[in-house]
């Protein structure tokens, strides 16, 4: 077999594994059935998110940790905001709001933080309370000041959807290997960014972050989870490898600092454009730690 036929046949087989989402498509007799994964597809993809090698601490030359924030209105996060709307949407396709809040509730995330520093576990009672808000409409008041019991229809339920996200927040660590020689980037928390649930009418109401989720926990069930894929949609992409590559565009907010890691709007306020020019101050000054290594 020539090298060209070989390189042509081990690429056919990686892309046969991921397409399994919708491979089934083309054989479905019903509507069900075009989603269904067959035993044969079971045994062959068995594949895991790739592992993250093992870093000793003493090969760690230099390190960053930075803040982000993915704004969901720039089109290249749009895979991470979209589908907004499920009910005449496939299994497989979710939002990665959706995602995470999905296996929040039924247990295979169970790595929730209040903050980006990952001392104060949550739980789902706690994140219920962010996302949720239950209250009493005036009709609602009127049958309770007269002593009547209060009607369901009068007991207004908000809950924060995937329409409601509008950037999330993630967390990472920039480092140096001196064993390879090159810079490099681990993801250690995402949070998903939206209005309080109280006040989402408010167009001028402060953003919040509803909750933190350890990356590395969350891998298993974001590698299982496919984001829309553009430019071929028999190809979906994890999750996991559209955050692990930095599939996204983000700006960074914050820093480690010896100022107790403010924040860039906390010493430039008012100014958004020098924000985001101090923000690429930094970016740079990461990449430039890399190109000073090979530089005598």
């Not at 979209?82 to 979710?94: A, F, H, K, L, Q």
């Not at 020689?181 to 509803?210: H, M």
Request: proline share 3%.
């Amino acid at each position: 077999m020539s090298l060209k036929r070989l390189i042509f046949v081990a690429l056919g087989l990686l892309m046969t594994v991921p397409a399994f989402a919708q491979g089934n498509i083309l054989n479905a007799k019903t509507p069900d059935e075009m989603f269904e994964v067959t035993e044969e597809q079971k045994a062959k993809d068995n594949d895991k998110p790739l592992p993250y090698g093992y870093v000793e601490k003493r090969d760690v030359l230099w390190a960053k940790n930075t803040w982000e924030v993915i704004d969901l209105d720039e089109r290249v996060n749009f895979p991470l905001y979209y589908p907004i709307d499920t009910v005449n949407m496939g299994s497989d396709r979710r939002s990665l709001f959706d995602v995470l809040v999905k296996n929040i509730k039924n247990g295979k995330i169970d790595a929730i933080y209040r903050d980006s520093y990952f001392t104060e576990k949550i739980q789902l009672e706690d994140l219920s309370a962010a996302m949720v808000k239950i209250d009493t409409s005036d009709e609602g008041y009127d049958q309770f000041n007269a002593g009547e019991p209060i009607s369901d229809y009068n007991i207004e339920r908000t809950e924060i959807t995937s329409y409601d996200i509008n950037a999330y927040h993630v967390r990472g660590y920039w480092y140096i290997d001196k064993r390879q020689g090159e810079l490099k980037y681990r993801l250690l928390g995402i949070a998903p960014v939206s209005g309080d649930v109280n006040f989402l009418d408010d167009a001028s109401a402060a953003d919040i972050e509803l909750f933190w989720v350890w990356f590395p926990g969350a891998r298993e069930v974001l590698h299982n989870a496919k984001a829309f894929n553009r430019k071929n949609t028999s190809l979906p992409i994890s999750f996991d490898h559209l955050l692990n590559s930095r599939r996204f565009n983000a700006t960074i907010y914050q820093e480690d600092n010896v100022q107790g890691d403010r924040k860039v709007k906390e010493y430039i306020s008012d100014n958004a454009m020098m924000q985001l020019l101090e923000s690429n101050r930094i970016k740079e000054n990461i990449r430039n730690i890399e190109q000073d290594l090979w530089n005598y």
